[in-house]
């Protein structure tokens, strides 16, 4: 008998969030807002299928409804995933140990 | 490129990601992890390019549009003030919530470029799985646009409740289950798109009942949801970067929104249930009898605070609200040049966001070890000669440990009334949000400094 691939993906989910779980506990407080922004910033991997969702179809009519809202995701994850990785860096370029020089 | 490769690829992204995050764990390996992040996003883009391989006039103008998001963003990154992160990150995740809408609707449309079936026969575990992404990121998308709002100040902060909100909820929330599985049975494309019809009203009614100082909650929420989201349409497309991401995602936000319910020492429920602050309306009034304060200047609170040998800061929105931060830092600088030992102490849910507090004072170049949370600090307010509150003040009622009556009895306060003097910035003696008296207001050893806690501190800095 074989496995549903659906298995497989879920078996990932359940296990990325047990790791998701132990990994953000150990998050420092005080980084709670970059994390915000930067898990913002990766959630927006979804612009991988809003590629592959722009790009289907033949290549005499690009702009296909369907292919529109590929489009459309793709600005707006592309905002995301540049505004988020950059914002979260300009925080963390924030972040100073004291100076030992006193 | 192959299925099989092109999974791996997706699986090292989903790699990078989770060392993204693990990064945070100190300030130390944050930068590092950030650029994780980065590289990981760059080959999951970079593998998607290859994989369809079809470098027609379409993929200019994907690489076009994506370069006109990227400008947008990379702008916006660097024009914002750091006071206004809880209002970004907001319209960051409604921006997540609407692009996995659009990508369910195309697949929805185009079913057969994800191998999903044709339409009108799509498989019914990917339609569940579409209409569920789709449902979740457009409660993401209306849910975080009427927070941004409500940060913005754009909509007045206070819950907005009627009768019957929660039955609502709760007949909508059945009617879009009962849609999804009409959606199944039938194929119509009808229900699907009032299926996400009904989900953007979702979230709006999901959202306007919220207080403004429940924005902690409310951001790590909506933060959770956009991950689910993205989950549901990685299980649609069968992207493990999607799903790892999705899951890693929708976990951060679940913990964060717990650990600011624990700050305030309510049920997760009782904060999505809303209308918290104009319930006790009765105990405010009845604290109305004029109690004594004592009424200091700037003169005072700098001696005060010269002659001590120790002084804990302890921040709130107000500070945000004022931009009092980097003035803060500058009075820190002076008192240290006298030889006081300056520390800051920060509540978990000071602010409108979590980690609000350290971001700015991070801005204003205060060092980060020198910034404490509240189990760290606590015991030391007990030795500390003064504490100087600026723009808190719930989180620094005492009663909440001693009157169970409180609506804020047993949420979690800096013992802020132990240390000798306590000094308090704030406008007036008005309530704090949660529309109680503070109680340290009236204490021997408070001393009121009744200004904008930018303009106190300043002039606090002339005098000493």
Redesign the interface.
């Known amino acids: 008998m074989e496995i549903d ?2 298995i497989f ?1 879920l078996s ?3 296990l ?2 047990f ?3 132990y ?35 033949n ?1 005499v009519n ?1 702009f ?4 529109i ?31 030992k020089d006193k | 490129m192959s299925a099989n490769l092109l999974a791996i690829f997706y699986l090292i992204s989903g790699v990078l990601f989770i060392l993204a995050l693990r990064g945070l764990s100190s300030p130390e390996t944050s930068r590092q992890g950030n650029l994780f992040g980065i590289i990981g996003m760059a080959i999951a883009i970079g593998v998607t390019f290859l994989s369809v391989g079809n470098f027609s006039t379409g993929f200019l103008y994907v690489l076009g549009f994506l370069l006109i998001g990227g400008s947008i963003g990379a702008f916006i990154a660097y024009k914002i003030p750091m006071t206004a992160m809880p209002e970004l990150v907001a319209g960051f995740h409604s921006l997540v919530g609407l692009a996995a809408v659009f990508v369910a609707i195309s697949a929805f449309l185009n079913p057969e470029v994800f191998n999903l079936g044709s339409p009108g026969n799509i498989k019914i575990a990917s339609l569940i799985e579409m209409s569920l992404g789709a449902a979740i990121g457009a409660i993401t998308f209306t849910g975080s646009i009427i927070a941004f709002l409500k940060l913005r100040g754009i909509m007045s902060g206070s819950p907005i409740t009627f009768l019957g909100q929660h039955f609502l909820n709760l007949a909508l929330g059945i009617i879009l289950l009962g849609l999804i599985f009409y959606l199944c049975k039938t194929q119509i494309s009808t229900w699907f798109w009032i299926i996400i019809i009904i989900s953007f009203l979702v979230g709006v009614l999901l959202i306007i009942p919220i207080g403004g100082a429940d924005m902690p909650v409310v951001i790590s929420m909506l933060n959770s949801y956009s991950g689910w989201a993205a989950a549901g349409i990685g299980f649609t497309l069968e992207n493990t970067a999607l799903i790892i991401t999705g899951a890693l995602v929708g976990s951060s936000g679940a913990i964060l929104s717990y650990i600011m319910c624990k700050g305030m020492n309510r049920s997760f429920f009782n904060v999505i249930l809303g209308g918290f602050g104009g319930t006790d309306q009765s105990l405010s009034a009845k604290g109305k009898e004029q109690k004594p304060v004592k009424n200091g200047n700037a003169d005072d609170a700098a001696f005060l605070m010269k002659n001590a040998s120790s002084v804990i800061i302890v921040p709130g929105y107000g500070m945000a609200v004022a931009q009092a931060q980097h003035a803060l830092r500058e009075m820190v600088d002076s008192l240290k040049k006298n030889g006081v030992k300056v520390t800051y102490a920060i509540h978990p849910v000071a602010g409108r966001m979590p980690g609000h507090m350290n971001v700015l004072l991070a801005e204003a170049n205060v060092p980060y070890d020198e910034v404490f949370e509240l189990e760290e600090i606590n015991n030391d307010f007990a030795n500390c000669d003064v504490a100087y509150v600026i723009g808190a003040n719930d989180v620094t009622n005492p009663v909440a440990k001693t009157d169970p009556q409180s609506p804020i009895y047993g949420m979690p306060i800096l013992d802020v009334e132990k240390s000798k003097s306590v000094l308090f910035v704030k406008r007036s003696l008005s309530p704090g949000y949660a529309g109680i008296d503070n109680d340290l207001f009236y204490r021997d050893n408070t001393l009121m400094l009744f200004a904008d806690a930018k303009k106190m501190t300043e002039d606090i800095i002339k005098n000493l």
């Open positions: 691939p659906f993906r990932i989910f359940i990325s969030i790791i998701g779980y990994v953000v506990w150990s998050v420092t407080p005080s980084l709670h807002t970059p994390l915000m922004s930067v898990t913002n910033a990766i959630s927006s991997v979804i612009i991988v299928g809003a590629i592959i969702a722009a790009l289907a179809g290549s690009i296909d409804t369907a292919n809202f590929g489009f459309l995701a793709i600005i707006l994850a592309a905002v995301n995933i540049f505004g988020g990785f950059l914002v979260t860096q300009r925080m963390l370029a924030m972040y100073k140990k004291k100076k």
